[in-house]
């Protein structure tokens, strides 16, 4: 069993770790930074949290910016969606979009939130709050965007059964420690106990955002309502961060999505077995 968990965790990570330099060869993330692609540059996705993105070139994916605006310049192209999340998306008549363009508004209260609650711990929790919702926007259209086929299998399994997934990440979560202690038996294993933090890690992520998709698709379609994938992400992502705020029984439930969704990811051994 012992010997299983090396072989999967230093496969699992050669494969992600090529796989992540070759995929994101010509793909622009930045944080707190606009970004601009030159008329003469041709990208695959372009993401910005927390800033602005203007296209006078040529994009083949998906051009996303969470926190800021879309700016899509003359003769300019992309080729799949344009996502604004709190901003707008300026196009200018010559501008070819391949799919749809989405401007999606943050609730009125997330602005001013700080200025409610005053200065003082509350300020600083509310101000946390707003960044980690960001962050987990950005993280959500980014693993959309970049990896769709892996997170939509561990959406998959959630529509199956979902409480067969939610036991299967209360039955990984039991087992962190217990492997972790027995790794620390051999010197090898020790040095594997990082890489079973970053898999567990990583698999929590990737689950929380198969969890907000899986939210999001379902409210949308009991609305008749088809959308894109980055839609139903970053719709669900709200709800778990508005679920919250919800004294006791939101974090329960809260909890229970995100462990559904880790149990998901490893299930299908990070979306790559259906």
């Known amino acids: 069993m012992v010997k299983k968990i090396f072989i999967f965790t230093l496969v699992f990570l050669t494969v992600f770790c090529a796989t992540s330099v070759f995929a994101k060869n010509k793909d622009v993330v930045r944080v707190n930074s606009d970004i601009e692609v030159s008329r003469d540059t041709t990208l695959d996705n372009v993401v910005a949290v927390g800033g602005n993105v203007t296209v006078l070139g040529r994009v083949e994916g998906n051009v996303i910016a969470v926190g800021g605006s879309v700016f899509l310049k003359p003769a300019s ?3 799949e969606q344009v996502v604004a999340v709190g901003g707008s998306v300026s196009k200018d008549p010559s501008a070819e979009v391949g799919k749809k363009i989405t ?9 001013s939130m700080a200025s ?3 200065s003082g711990w509350l300020a600083l929790w509310a101000t946390i709050s707003i960044l980690a919702l960001l962050g987990f926007l950005g993280l959500a259209v980014l693993f959309a965007a970049l990896i769709p086929e892996h997170i939509g299998t561990a959406v998959n399994a959630l529509e199956q059964s979902f409480v067969k997934m939610l036991l299967w990440g209360v039955l990984w979560v039991l087992l962190i420690v217990p492997i972790a202690v027995l790794l620390a038996i051999s010197i090898i294993g020790i040095m594997l106990i990082p890489l ?6 990583l698999a929590l992520i990737i689950g929380y955002i198969a969890s907000a998709i899986f939210i999001g698709k379902n409210i949308l379609l009991a609305f008749k309502k088809f959308p894109p994938p980055l839609v139903d992400a970053i719709l669900g992502i709200l709800i778990l961060f508005l679920i919250g705020f919800v004294p006791i029984i939101g974090p329960l439930v809260k909890s229970v999505f995100i462990i559904a969704g880790f149990g998901a990811v490893l ?6 077995v259906k």
């Open 77 to 79: 192209y992309v080729g």
């Open 196 to 201: 079973e933090m970053l898999l567990a890690a």
């Open 116 to 118: 409610v609650l005053g």
């Open 267 to 272: 299930a299908t051994r990070f979306g790559t």
């Open 103 to 111: 401007e999606i508004e943050m609730p009125g209260f997330i602005p």
